[in-house]
């Protein structure tokens, strides 16, 4: 499952910081997912939830925020921001196009990672 191994990187991460603090508790994670990673919020909180129980990240709040995906051109260079269509949803696949010369020759720059950007602790 794809959320899930998110789900547990992200707790690893949040776990790793919150030690570093000599923390006892998790309380909120502020993630950043880029769009083009095809993450589900919804399965990520069920995900998280699972990957979180019995730790000191259990009842952790999730608040997500989603990038927009970005583009380079290998033609022109320049930079697009794509979104998902449809189609893409469902198979996971997608060739983005240009905005700007409509070459399909294009690498994706942002959109792909999920990052963990502070976590809310209790010491
Ligand atoms: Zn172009």
Same mark, same amino acid.
């Given at each position: 499952m794809h959320?899930? %191994?998110?789900? $547990?990187n992200i707790f690893k991460v949040a776990e790793a910081?919150?030690?570093?603090y000599n923390a006892t508790k998790i309380t909120e994670v $502020?993630?950043?997912?880029?769009?083009?990673?095809l993450i589900v919020p919804e399965l990520l909180?069920? %995900?998280?939830?699972?990957a979180t129980h019995g730790s000191i990240?259990?009842?952790?709040?999730?608040?997500?925020d989603i990038t927009p995906g970005k583009i380079k051109c290998r033609d022109c260079g320049n930079i697009?921001?794509?979104t998902l269509n449809e189609e893409a949803?469902?198979?996971g696949l997608q060739l983005f196009q240009c905005r700007?010369?409509?070459?399909?020759?294009?690498e994706i720059v942002e959109g792909k990672k999920a990052n963990v950007k502070n976590i809310k602790i209790q010491d």
């Open positions: 959320e899930f %191994s998110f789900a $547990y910081t919150a030690l570093k $502020y993630l950043e997912i880029g769009e083009l990673t909180r069920q %995900s998280f939830k699972m990240a259990e009842d952790a709040e999730l608040k997500i697009s921001t794509v949803q469902l198979t700007h010369c409509q070459s399909k020759n294009t």
